[in-house]
């Protein structure tokens, strides 16, 4: 029964937030989040990956590990990727983000934070980093077919991820001003973008119900099977394992929707919004379940 309670107060709230974005989407279609977008963006991603990675008790080889056991988690998240696109006669270049490209960030952290605390959120940290590394570098390039250094130089996130690396490898002491200030930063963020989230699901269209419910699956069920595979490969165990697998566990990040629309056709676009839609609905299902895993086996 402990462990049932635990499960509940670790999902509803995130949903519950999520739920609000919703209703607010829905009330008023024409509800504005670029104020959410650029804030989240410029300030509170960077703000929330320096606090999360330097105050939470990450060391520089717990940061290096998990950030290469993400980039392994990926390369298996491509695999199945290219495959399904390619049995499904789908753009296997252009639509691939959504499937190698999780919400670890609008989800996975939050989640990981109420799952197993601030050590979670550490190490949940560790690996969203990697993806919105990869959004601006790998995701730009596949939805673009090309790729500018420019664009991975004005992308603020990852100024986030340097100072923090910074930190870590010289050993630094963080001023508690700045502490405190990217701890507000931290938390704001997060209620910001689980509400953008629901925001978003209201605006988003699936174009075909059969071809999306399929890829969206292949991302939050087969997903947390490779995430389960590498950490029963390496033999991992403990909270570090449980945060990897739930955040393998998490649908296509709504990033992948935006560097879409700046960059692929239309049809490519509504393609991906689809996946998003269906992976995240999919995902209310599957994510309790994960957790449920995570919190019996990884603690």
Not at 13 to 21: D, E, L, N, R, T
Not at 65 to 91: E, H, P, Q, R, W
Not at 114 to 120: K, L, Q, S, V
Request: proline residues 4%; aromatic residues 14%.
């Amino acid at each position: 029964m402990e462990l049932y309670l635990k499960l509940a107060d670790v999902i509803l709230p995130v949903f519950f937030i999520i739920g609000i974005g919703y209703y607010l989407g829905k009330k008023n279609p024409n509800f504005n989040t670029d104020f959410i977008t650029t804030l989240a963006g410029n300030i509170g991603t960077p703000a929330m990956i320096f606090y999360t990675i330097t105050s939470t008790g990450v060391t520089l080889e717990v940061f290096i590990t998990f950030f290469l056991y993400a980039l392994v988690i990926i390369g298996g998240f491509s695999l199945l990727g290219i495959f399904f696109l390619f049995l499904m006669k789908k753009d296997v270049i252009s639509e691939l983000p959504p499937l190698i490209l999780p919400n670890t960030g609008n989800m996975g952290i939050p989640i990981c934070l109420f799952a197993y605390g601030i050590e979670g959120l550490g190490v949940a940290s560790a690996i969203a980093s990697v993806i919105i590394l990869l959004h601006f570098t790998i995701g730009v390039f596949l939805a673009k077919k090309s790729f500018t250094i420019k664009i991975l130089i004005t992308n603020m996130p990852i100024y986030g991820i340097l100072a923090a690396v910074i930190v870590l490898y010289f050993n630094l002491q963080v001023p508690g001003y700045i502490e405190n200030t990217t701890f507000l930063l931290t938390y704001a963020t997060i209620f910001l973008v689980l509400m953008s989230l629901g925001i978003a699901l209201t605006k988003l269209k699936v174009i075909s119900w059969i071809s999306a419910y399929i890829l969206g699956a292949v991302r939050v069920i087969l997903g947390p099977l490779i995430g389960f595979s590498l950490i029963k490969f390496l033999n991992l165990s403990g909270f570090a394992a449980g945060v990897l697998l739930i955040q393998s566990a998490m649908p296509s990040a709504i990033l992948t929707y935006l560097v879409g629309s700046m960059y692929s056709e239309k049809k490519v676009v509504d393609s991906i919004a689809s996946i998003i839609v269906t992976s995240t609905i999919i995902s209310f299902f599957t994510i309790p379940i994960v957790v449920y895993i995570s919190l019996k086996y990884f603690v």
